[in-house]
């Protein structure tokens, strides 16, 4: 599911609608130095993704752009 770009990187990408424009939603998790996770705009959080994390690592930060919180960011601040 996650797609590794190199050592300590991955993306993740979907599909979206936006204005019933279809789009793609890319996110970018990055393994920080002390072993925590970024998250670079998130995607929707699902079992999936959960379980993805779950074997890379404990996510400690997220970075949101504005049109993710707008596409159902919001849940992942329970999770960082």
Do not use: C
């Not at 379980?51 to 890379?56: A, G, I």
């Amino acid at each position: 599911m996650f797609r590794s770009l190199g050592a300590n990187i991955w993306d993740y990408e979907i599909p979206i609608r936006f204005g019933g424009i279809p789009l793609w939603h890319r996110m970018t998790v990055i393994r920080l130095i002390n072993g925590g996770l970024l998250v670079h705009s998130p995607t929707r959080l699902d079992v999936a993704s959960q379980e993805e994390f779950q074997k890379l690592g404990q996510i400690v930060a997220t970075a949101n752009r504005l049109l993710a919180l707008a596409l159902g960011a919001l849940p992942w601040s329970s999770v960082a």
